[in-house]
């Protein structure tokens, strides 16, 4: 039988915006993927900028030079990509996102814990390929990738069935430990969904009934083995987790195992 290996590591340096898939990452010292929601906007009231109160962020095209660091911004549809120095308190790049908005952005950062949705469960979503193939069977007009930049998931493994990644948190409130590569990480939480799938990424258009079409299918599908208490409801995908090693890196291909 094929080993469970990871296939896809994608980190979102600026939270909201479009993700950047690498080949390793470092973690942290506070747990968490670097790079990953590094940066945040932010508004006059310190309230997130975010596809969950606006939508429209999702018209913007965003991209990342990870070295430098230097984000390029565009408006999809649109031909006039803006490069900027990717850093907080840099004038231009809030300018440019205040203009889009039409209110007073600041762009924050917060360099080894980035900005997490689950400040209990920091750690980088997982889920397997087959699962993002699967979902995307219930959305005919959808494809997988663009089924992928709903979910903003961090970590993609292979190998494996459809929801097999279930079983890393198998019963509620009891951790599962498992290790990717030399990283060793706890499965918290079946990751709760906002209302950021729903939208299309391009244009933050909602997709009509995408959140009842995938809670019936979620239930339909929901592995036997699963402990059901722990669906509340089914608008969850994905693991939330917690890295319990931080002093290592993760890499393409690392094998998945289940710790005892």
Not at 136 to 162: G, H, K, M, Y
């Amino acid at each position: 039988m094929n080993k469970v290996r990871l296939s896809k590591i994608t980190v979102f340096p600026v939270k909201a915006l479009s993700g950047v898939d690498v080949e390793s990452s470092q973690i942290t010292p506070a747990g968490a993927l670097q790079y990953d929601r590094q940066f945040a906007l932010k508004d006059e009231n310190d309230r997130f900028v975010n596809g969950k109160r606006y939508p429209e962020v999702n018209q913007i095209a965003s991209s990342f030079d990870l070295d430098q660091p230097m984000i390029s911004l565009d408006i999809y549809g649109f031909d006039d990509p803006q490069s900027f120095e990717l850093r907080a308190g840099n004038n231009q790049l809030e300018e440019w996102f205040s203009d889009f908005f039409g209110f007073k952005v600041q762009l924050r950062e917060s360099k080894e814990s980035g900005f997490p949705d689950d400040l209990q469960r920091p750690g980088p979503t997982v889920i397997s390929t087959a699962t993002l193939e699967e979902v995307t069977s219930w959305f005919p007009d959808l494809s997988v990738d663009q089924i992928r930049r709903r979910f903003r998931t961090n970590l993609e493994i292979e190998n494996c069935p459809a929801f097999w990644e279930d079983q890393l948190n198998r019963v509620p409130d009891q951790g599962v430990r498992f290790q990717i590569g030399g990283v060793l990480f706890e499965g918290l939480k079946h990751c709760v969904r906002c209302p950021v799938p729903t939208q299309d990424p391009e244009t933050g258009e909602a997709y009509s009934d995408f959140e009842k079409i995938f809670m019936q299918k979620r239930e339909e599908t929901l592995p036997a083995w699963i402990e059901k208490t722990g669906f509340d409801h089914h608008y969850r995908l994905a693991i939330n987790t917690r890295i319990v090693q931080i002093n290592a890196e993760l890499k393409l291909g690392d094998e998945l195992t289940i710790t005892p």
